[in-house]
């Protein structure tokens, strides 16, 4: 069994129909929560995950937030699970990253997503049939720029003279993450030979099989992917017993599944098609496969010291651990951290 | 007068200093002078600069909204190289996590800047954007037409200056918002650049080199390789004119000396620009940490109050 390293998001910043805030209210929070993960040496890295133009404020600038944790804390890692990567201009990834990694001494952990909402591409003005070039050819960018001297690259989709992004990353090498929802994106990830983050939508024998495939098709490649990190999002929750903590967390897990992720079709059916709103059982029934699988860490510690160890069994190395729900009272989801850090971590 | 300090540029002025210890100093510098009464903070931004400078005002200061917790903070992004919506967004969430301290003053860019951003970075369909565009492409929409940045400011309205030379000068007349002059031109070149710019009852912000010891002498002998310094960088990158004299430099663009040196340049802004914002640099890489805390401690107790104390007392003003 890998070992297995444990971060904590994600971070969304919203203020929903069923846990309104003031804005400034949520991201006070965010870095009073970061200073307090930042105490816990087991706690490796907070996530943050972005959105745009969502009518409950989804958080839209993940590296502009990084910049005020990294003023908040000390240790912890900063990353984003994910940063829509094909709906931002590549460059001015590449500079903001740096500047976020130069000001936390080399803390960022860059992870990068498609996106996906249609809305999102249209308010940017980019056509999202070209996200998939606008990914690849961006990493190139964000890599050459991170190097030493000019960038200097000519695609479809970016086009970089001969400048030299300047300040450079704290970190000689930026570790980059891969959102791999999929078998297309997981191939990708591999190609690059980045680190990946998995779904929490899957069960533990389809996150196996796209482990499998990643370092298949990291071999048949030929890449070498030894230092990537796999990661996989799971909601978990940890309270002194198993009823609290179902009592606690089940209720916003079903909310974030039901209400929130089905308005943007991010649940699958049996076949894997994507349902929303227009299709309510299939809907009920995707959110209500998903809650079982996490269910499995969400608990005492002892149980969830259990869930963890059959993630790392499948040969996962990181697991964002989501227990930043929506509407429920900080000081419990603080304990839940606190046990987390304290008596889950160090017993895996 | 209101005073800032600023803006932070964060540059690599030494080998031997370590770019992760600039920006903590500059992070500690903007907490002093939030407890020595300044009214803001200015986090600078020049893309592809020699000497390192900040490419990113939104990171930073979103790192100064959480480090302070009064004063304003200003970010001064480069606009027209990438959509605007990203800025917006951006700001968006610092003034979230500064619970309503943003001002924005947007820059014009450089030749550089520009060419390392190509003619044509984004695609428009009116004369500037047209959000959202006319997509052929919609799939999953639910039927939303119009596109709003969420989440909102913690203001009511966001203030926004514009920082540059002609080009900005222009916009702030048009746009009817203050123009925002920066530290490197003189000021016989600001009295056309201000000319139709002010505001009856508005604020007229500008941005001086500024250091203040206990002596002139002192000022100078801590300051002027620093200042020069900074100065040949923003030459190197493209901001500033080279050629001049450390001594013609300081004649119309610094303000070195003790307080009442400073003093006296500071009326003479305000009395031939009508500036009542000026926002001092007073933090230079090359200077030791503690002079410039000791420099920016000067600052609040000895100039703040001249301009700020109404009716203060000559026997109370003479005790600094």
């Not at chain 1, 805030?21 to 965010?30: I, P, Q």
Request: hydrophobic fraction near 40%.
């Amino acid at each position: 069994m890998a070992d297995l390293e444990v971060g904590v998001g994600i971070w969304s910043l919203q203020s929903t129909k069923a846990g309104p805030r003031h804005f400034s209210y949520l991201y006070k929070e965010l870095m009073e929560d970061a200073a307090f993960c930042d105490q816990f040496p087991t706690i490796k890295t907070i996530w943050q995950t972005e959105h745009h133009f969502w009518y409950d404020g989804y958080c839209p600038s993940l590296l502009t937030v990084a910049g005020g944790i990294a003023a908040a804390t000390k240790r912890i890692r900063i990353g984003q699970a994910a940063l829509l990567f094909s709906q931002h201009e590549a460059l001015r990834v590449a500079q903001q990253a740096a500047v976020v990694d130069q000001l936390s001494g080399g803390r960022l952990d860059l992870g990068l997503a498609l996106g996906y909402r249609d809305n999102e591409f249209d308010g940017f003005n980019i056509d999202r049939r070209s996200r998939r070039r606008r990914f690849e050819e961006g990493i190139q960018v964000v890599k050459s720029a991170f190097g030493q001297g000019g960038v200097d690259f000519q695609g479809r989709e970016f086009s970089v003279p001969d400048v030299e992004v300047t300040p450079k990353p704290y970190q000689a090498d930026v570790p980059i993450w891969v959102a791999a929802v999929g078998a297309d994106p997981i191939k990708r990830a591999a190609k690059l030979g980045a680190s990946i983050i998995l779904s929490d939508a899957l069960t533990l024998e389809q996150m196996r099989h796209h482990i499998d495939l990643y370092y298949t098709s990291a071999e048949e490649l030929g890449v070498d992917v030894s230092k990537a990190k796999i990661g996989v999002l799971r909601r978990g929750w940890v309270a002194e017993t198993d009823d609290e903590a179902y009592r606690e967390a089940l209720p916003s897990l079903r909310f974030l599944l039901r209400e929130q992720l089905g308005g943007w079709r991010y649940l699958v059916d049996e076949q894997g098609e994507p349902v929303g709103f227009d299709r309510p059982k299939e809907l009920d029934a995707a959110a209500h496969r998903l809650v079982s699988v996490h269910e499995r860490t969400i608990g005492r510690p002892e149980k969830v010291v259990r869930g963890l160890r059959e993630i790392a069994a499948t040969g996962a190395t990181h697991v964002i651990f989501g227990t930043r729900f929506d509407s429920l009272p900080r000081q419990k989801y603080l304990r839940s951290l606190e046990l987390l850090a304290t008596e889950v971590i160090p017993n895996i | 007068m209101r005073f800032g300090l600023g803006p932070l540029t964060m540059e690599v002025a030494a080998e031997s200093k370590k770019q992760v210890d600039v920006m903590e100093e500059a992070l500690e510098q903007a907490v002093t002078a939030e407890w020595w009464g300044f009214d803001s903070v200015w986090a600078g931004e020049r893309h592809f600069t020699p000497d390192h400078f900040n490419s990113s005002s939104s990171v930073i200061g979103a790192a100064l909204a959480q480090r302070t917790e009064f004063m304003r903070v200003g970010v001064m992004p480069v606009l027209g190289l990438v959509n605007a919506m990203y800025v917006a967004e951006e700001v968006a969430c610092i003034d979230n996590i500064g619970n309503g301290r943003t001002i924005v003053a947007a820059q014009i860019p450089t030749e550089n800047e520009a060419f390392g951003w190509g003619p044509n970075p984004f695609s428009h369909h009116s004369e500037f954007h047209t959000i959202p565009m006319e997509n052929p492409v919609h799939t999953q929409a639910l039927g939303l037409d119009k596109i709003s940045v969420q989440p909102k400011p913690a203001q009511l309205e966001m203030p926004l200056w514009v920082s540059g030379g002609d080009a900005a000068a222009e916009v702030a007349r048009i746009a009817k918002i203050p123009y925002f002059a920066p530290a490197h031109l003189a000021l016989p070149d600001l009295v056309d650049l201000y000319e139709g710019t002010q505001q009856e009852g508005g604020i007229v912000p500008l941005a001086r080199e500024v250091f203040i010891a206990p002596t002139t002498e002192r000022a100078y002998e801590l300051a002027s390789d620093a200042i020069a310094g900074l100065y040949q960088r923003l030459v190197r990158a493209g901001i500033a004119e080279g050629s001049l004299s450390f001594d013609e430099l300081v004649r119309d663009r610094f303000i070195i000396g003790d307080a009442d040196t400073c003093i006296e340049q500071l009326y003479r802004y305000e009395r031939e620009l009508g500036v009542n914002y000026v926002v001092a640099r007073i933090a230079y890489h090359e200077m030791h940490h503690g002079e410039t805390a000791k420099a920016i401690q000067l600052f609040g107790q000895a100039i703040v109050p001249e301009f700020r104390m109404f009716g203060l007392p000559d026997e109370i003003r003479k005790v600094v």
